[in-house]
């Protein structure tokens, strides 16, 4: 006979679920009172508990100070969640198609602490070394697949790293936070981010982002090449295409 799982409950894990799940039920702020009255539990516990949830990140306090929302960790722990679907699996054939066409390199990004994580690499057939492998982790800011984030991602969840300093990796790097966000307002735009021998010397790639059922941003489908392969006219179709294979790897999650 199977043990009731409920038997491992943990009271104090119990009563922050509530916690949160309050806010989840709810749009907007709420204070400490009113979760207390919504959540049945005593003010006292409600307080210390939700103390605890700000120092960790799960809530912040909103603006005017005394009321709370849901913070930065619920997000990254959504972001997370999202690695759960087999978003390898799906955009894998796309990848391959996308590279038998144009026979440049494709990878696959999702946003990870900051920095860009990549989870699958289609090689081209050229012997060339593009920076991008599974496991890799990259900056943000000087990467096609990282601009797509910070572009397309809810401020609050990259708003950290406008406070790091922009440190050039090659001599095109984009250093100048301004200029930054000039480029991805273009990214925003056109739909697509662009790294022009910002992270590597000789290199250029376009990335485009993939989104989940909300229209969310979860991941970025890139193709990065050398500049000689990777003129303007053809940055242009590799960016179409890219667009039309993310479209359709968002499809099959929606019915996932």
Known sequence: MEKDPGIYNVRAVERAMQ??????????????????????????????????LLN????????????FRLGIRVVELG????????????????????????????????????????????HSKHSLTIAARVGRRLPAYCTASGRVFLAFL????????????????????TT???????????????????????????????SVPIRDIDGSVIAALSMPGPVNRMPPQRISEIA?????AADAVSTHILRA
């Open 56 to 67: 960790g990140g799960f809530l912040e306090r909103a603006p005017d100070g005394e009321r």
């Open 176 to 206: 100048s936070l301004a200029q930054l966000r000039e480029e991805l307002e273009a990214a925003r735009q056109r739909g697509y981010a662009l790294d022009d021998e910002e992270f590597e010397e000789g290199i250029r790639a376009v």
């Open 19 to 52: 916690i949160l799940s309050a806010f989840a039920n709810e749009q907007g702020d709420r204070g400490i009172s009113e979760i207390a009255r919504v959540t049945g539990l005593h003010k006292a516990t409600t307080h210390r508990i939700m103390m605890t």
């Open 79 to 122: 972001l997370g969640a999202v690695r759960g679907l087999d978003l390898r699996r799906v955009a894998f054939p796309y990848m391959q198609q996308l590279v038998e066409r144009f026979d440049e390199t494709c990878d696959l990004g999702i946003f990870d602490r900051g920095m860009v994580l990549y989870v699958e690499v289609v």
């Open 240 to 244: 179409d295409a890219l667009l039309e």
């Open 154 to 173: 809810p401020p609050k969840i990259v708003e950290p790293i406008w406070s790091e300093p922009l440190v050039p990796c090659t001599q095109r790097t």
